[in-house]
C-alpha cells in the first residue's frame, strides 16, 4: 500500500509534467504572436491570423516537428532536449526557422510590434544558444520563454497580465521538481526572459513606434 510521501510524491510529479507540457516554449511561441497581434492589429481576425502564425509556424512549429522527429529516432533524449549537448541542432532549426519568419515580417509590412517580437525570440534564442555551449550552461528555455512572454504580454495588455508571474514561477518549479534544471538554470533563464526577451522587445516597440 503506497505511503502518504510516495502519494504526495506522485502528485507533486504529474503537477510537475502538467507544468512543464502546457506551459513548454512552443506553447509560448505559438500562442503569444497571436495573442498579441489581436491587439496591435485592432482586433483584425485576418491580419492576427496573417502575422501571428508567420511567427508562430516559424518559430514553433516548424522546429517543433523538427525536434519531435528527431527524438522519435533516437537523435536527442525527448521533445524537450533535457541533454545540454544534444541541443544544438534544434537551436539551430529554431533560429533559422523563426529568421525566416522575420525576414517575412520585414518584407510583408508586418506591424512594428511583430517585427520586435520575433526580433526578441531571436536575440533569446542566439543567447541561449552562446550560454549553452560557449559556457556549458544548461540554461532553462522554459523559464525564458514563459518570463520573456509575459514582460511582452503586461507591455501590451497592461500590468493586469503580471499575474502571468504565477505560471512562470509554476513552469520553473516544474523544472527543478522533474530534475530536468538546477534552480540557478531556471533563475537564469527567467532573468534572460525578463531583460533579454523582454527587454529587447520594450526598446524595439519604442524606437520603432
Known amino acids: 500500500m503506497p505511503t502518504q510521501s510516495t502519494e504526495t510524491t506522485g502528485s ?20 503569444l504572436p497571436l495573442v498579441v497581434a489581436w491587439k496591435v492589429t485592432g482586433y483584425h481576425f485576418g491580419e492576427t491570423v496573417l502575422w501571428g502564425l508567420i511567427v508562430g509556424v516559424t ?11 528527431g527524438a522519435k ?8 532536449v533535457t541533454d545540454r549537448a544534444g541541443r544544438l541542432v534544434p537551436f539551430a532549426v529554431c533560429i533559422g ?22 526580433a526578441a525570440e531571436l536575440v533569446c534564442l542566439v543567447a541561449a544558444l552562446a550560454i549553452t555551449f560557449g559556457f556549458k550552461f ?21 500590468p493586469w497580465l503580471a499575474v502571468l508571474f504565477v505560471a512562470v514561477g509554476w513552469v520553473c518549479w516544474s523544472r527543478v521538481e522533474l530534475g530536468d534544471h538546477t534552480r540557478a538554470e531556471v533563475t537564469a533563464g527567467t532573468t534572460a526572459g525578463v531583460f533579454l526577451g523582454g527587454g529587447t522587445y520594450l526598446a524595439l516597440t519604442m524606437i520603432l513606434t
Open 138 to 158: 544548461k540554461i532553462s528555455m522554459h523559464a525564458m520563454v514563459a518570463a520573456g512572454a509575459g514582460v511582452m504580454l503586461i507591455r501590451v495588455y497592461g
Open 12 to 31: 507533486r510529479q504529474r503537477l510537475a509534467r502538467i507544468a512543464t507540457e502546457v506551459l513548454a516554449p512552443w506553447v509560448w511561441v505559438l500562442g
Open 59 to 69: 518559430g514553433s512549429l516548424i522546429p517543433m516537428a523538427v525536434i519531435v522527429r
Open 73 to 80: 529516432k533516437g537523435k536527442w533524449d525527448s521533445h524537450h
Open 97 to 118: 526557422s523563426l529568421g525566416a519568419g522575420f525576414g517575412i515580417l520585414i518584407a510583408g509590412g508586418a506591424p512594428h510590434e511583430m517585427i520586435a517580437l520575433a
